[in-house]
């Protein structure tokens, strides 16, 4: 399911990271100028911001090379999610009340990337 990267792949993965990340900030900037020029209203764009980190958390699951990345994918939608509940104050959340679930989340993740790790070591340690 997962490999190593090679060389190669080691570069491409680079440059469509470098790809993601120059498209995000020209939509960005896009959006901040649109507003300035008072072509569009920001206010209705903040309220889904967290929907561009969620994108990332998902391009990390889709594009994983590693269980590893698939966690921490996994946790930068939870980092999402959570955003967007604060800003909509769904189950009663805030920034203030709820920052606990970062925490515990943060923690679950290290946690799952330690025990995966140690049993790919333990897993390439059996083969002769």
């Known amino acids: 399911m997962f490999r190593p ?3 190669h792949d080691y ?3 680079w440059a469509r990271k470098r790809l993601v990340l120059g498209l995000i900030l020209i939509i960005a ?3 901040f100028l649109a507003d300035r020029l008072a072509i569009i209203d920001t206010g209705f764009v903040w309220r889904f ?3 561009a980190i969620g994108l990332v958390g998902l391009a990390r699951i889709v594009s994983a090379r590693k269980l590893t990345h698939v966690v921490r994918g996994g946790f ?3 980092v999402a999610f959570w955003v967007y509940a ?4 769904l189950f009663g959340w ?3 009340s709820s920052w606990p679930i970062i925490v515990i989340s943060y923690g679950v993740s290290i946690v799952l990337r330690g025990l995966l790790a140690n049993s790919r070591n333990a897993n390439q340690g059996s083969v002769p």
Not at 86 to 89: A, N, R
Request: contains cysteine; proline residues 5%.
């Open 94 to 96: 805030t920034f203030r």
């Open 5 to 7: 990267l090679g060389n």
């Open 76 to 78: 930068t939608m939870v």
């Open 29 to 31: 900037g896009s959006v």
């Open 49 to 51: 911001w967290p929907v």
């Open 86 to 89: 604060c800003i909509e104050h």
């Open 11 to 13: 570069h491409a993965h």
